[in-house]
């Protein structure tokens, strides 16, 4: 089992997990996994189980993925590498041990925790010989993970899909080290795996604020016309990404300069677009800046601008919005427009790697209702009795499997109603619940509406105290005092148990400040300040009987020292990905341009070719003729991948003598390359540089000798 630290330079996310287990040897990954980890800030801990022991791995109770609590399983199997391939008896014993691991992996997403599982492409060969095989494969797997909310799939055919490697195989690393892929291919591999941990880790997006001339269809509606609009192809796939999008609870609205009655017309007269009026929570049509508009909608909604995703054809618009909120991710819709659908493929920011849940599918809905009570509320001439005339029902119940997912997504997207802002998988809510912490839900509806699970709160009982972990509401269900009933609930529950008290724990962040404003409220409770926030403690009868007052704010009891601003959600760079970095060559050239060779010394071309493919395998900066491989940090399989490498770059297949010799340097490796390429010429083309050499001059001779020892890039006379 080999483990490594990629740590980014600029750390500004936690430290993240990856345990990894492959039917093949899968270091080659770790250089594309620091790239990534470098990109986004992200620093990877990456852990390898031992070579093809998938099974072990997986149901080790104290092995690799048993320990990763915070992190990601990735999981590649090569159906080649299952079993033996000989005889009629095979494909049984295949199925055998396809069921086993199905059966192994079906119990650990069951667990879970983040499961990601990529079924690699088999050779050519394997293929042709086994027709059909790969598919009952991926269906035997996807039916073994079907209804794990944290387990992911991607099979051969998705893979190459979204990021197609002309040349797969490597037949020569299969052969040496059971590496059997190119570098370009663990490029593609390495991507999709730190894209879903992105997707897992980085804090949601939770709008997507569009234009609409030129962006959500073709032409302009105030000077073509409403009927003169139209919608090409492309801007029709962006319309029904948007609208998938919706269905999974993103949030979607309308910034444009425009009059709105020619938006709206324009609605009307298209009835063919997948998008219409209804599927937009709230819209700025008017001729304000949309750095304008997308603060007003963010007021609106109580949504941060670090949430905001805007999409608009215009550059200066994009870069306008950029500059003055660059918390917002501004993506700009790709002229020529044929480009939209690789943007749709490779905006990691577009990426819903958790299971929808119930909420998800009717957030937009309760956006709508939380506006009609607000609205409502505005213009009640008593607002006492307009609460009064709510019918809010408040339900609370004990979590259940089926809820779990949900409270780790209220502990996850839950920023402004959150006492600790502690977040939480489902494993790590799991593997809490087993130590004693209790949890409750709230259900909330009342006369505008359903708005279904929208509160959780997370605690522990002791004998003179419940104390509570963490408690979360969603920003839609405030101001009607909901908070209350929770709190009523905790005063009851301990009450019930002979507890006298109820410890509140608050941590202050930059975004719940209207959770610190609450507990400031509770004059029945004494609070006290500590390291980063505050402690309340309250007496059971005193949470029983609070009521919510509207209209009344109570002076605050403590406060609190000002805090810093926010420091928004440090990487926001997924525009660039989709542009720069969305395809497997290009993420090597970047790799390779990382490290660039430098050396003081004269090489000869073999030299500098050979030190360059050095520089990039060690990750270094510098190498000289005589430098050791293995003393500058190479070891066996990095000496397998520089046997690739040369044949790759020179046509020549070393022997493992070769490379894996104690004393092997720069110029003696780039010697038995030379005389490798000298050997392998044919007869015809040795007597051609024969009798080229015998034709030239004693001054071209001496010209010839002298052009090669001048210094080449990088070197010095």
Known sequence: MSTEQLQPA??????????IAATFTAEPLS??????????????????????????????????FASNRHGLFVVLMRLEDLGQFAGPGDRQRLKANLDQLALALHGTAA????????????????????????????????????????????????????YPVAALHSPEGERLGRIPYTETFFAALGTVIARHADSLERPPYKIIVLDCDNTLWSGICGEDGP????LDGARKQLQQRLLALRETGMLLALASKNNEEDVIETFGLHPEFPLQPEHFTTWRLNWDSKAESLVSISEELGLGLDSFIFIDDNAKECAEV????????????????DGVPHLLQHMWAFDQPRAVTEEDRRRSQSYRQSRAFQAASR???????????????????????????????????????????????????????????????????????????????LFRAARHVLDVDSLMLSCRALGRGVEHRMLNWLGETAAARGIPQVRLRFTYTERNTPAQQFVNTLTGARL??????????????????????????????????????????????????????????????????????????????????????WVDLLRLQSVQRHDNFFDLGGHSL????????????????????????????LAGLAAKIDAYRMRDLNPDEYARLVAEIDSLSDEEVLRLLAEEELPRDGGAA
């Open 638 to 665: 990095i000496a397998v991948l520089l046997a690739v490498r040369v044949r790759e770059v020179f046509g020549v297949e070393l022997p493992i003598d070769d490379v894996y010799a104690a004393n092997v340097t």
């Open 31 to 64: 250089p594309v996994l620091a790239f990534w980890a470098a990109q986004l800030g992200m620093p990877f801990e990456l852990e390898y189980a031992p070579y093809n022991q998938l099974l072990q791995s997986l149901l080790d109770p104290a092995g690799l």
């Open 111 to 162: 667990r879970g925790v983040p499961l990601l599982v990529i079924l690699c492409p088999s050779s050519a060969a394997f293929t042709a010989a086994h027709p059909g095989l790969e598919d009952e494969f991926a269906a035997e797997i996807a039916s073994a993970l079907a209804g794990s909310a944290g387990a992911r799939l991607v099979t051969a055919g998705q893979l190459a899909a979204l």
């Open 10 to 19: 600029g750390q500004t996310r936690g430290s993240y997990g990856i345990a």
């Open 322 to 337: 950029s500059e003055a909120l660059p918390d917002v991710l501004a993506i700009r819709l790709p002229e020529p427009v």
């Open 528 to 613: 006290e300040l500590s390291a980063g926030g505050m402690v309340a403690l309250a007496p059971a009868d005193y949470l029983r009987g609070l009521k919510w007052q509207p209209g009344v704010r109570p002076e605050p009891q403590v406060r609190m020292a000002a805090q810093p601003a926010a420091a928004g959600r440090g990487f926001n760079g997924y525009a660039e990905i989709a542009e720069l970095l969305s395809t497997p060559e290009q993420v090597v050239t970047a790799m390779r341009s990382a490290f660039v060779l430098q050396t003081t010394e004269t090489l000869t071309d073999t030299e500098h070719r050979l030190a360059a493919i």
């Open 379 to 457: 213009g009640a001439v008593d607002l006492e009795q307009f609460m009064l005339s709510l019918g809010l029902d408040v339900r609370a119940s004990a979590a259940t499997a089926a809820t779990l997912p949900r409270i780790a997504q209220l502990t996850q997207r839950t920023n402004q109603f959150n006492f600790t802002t502690i977040r939480r998988t489902e494993a790590e809510l799991r593997s809490a619940f087993a130590t004693g912490l209790e949890c409750a839900t709230f259900d909330v509806s009342d006369r505008f509406g359903d708005y279904g699970l929208v509160g959780a709160v």
């Open 227 to 230: 009927a003169g609009v139209h």
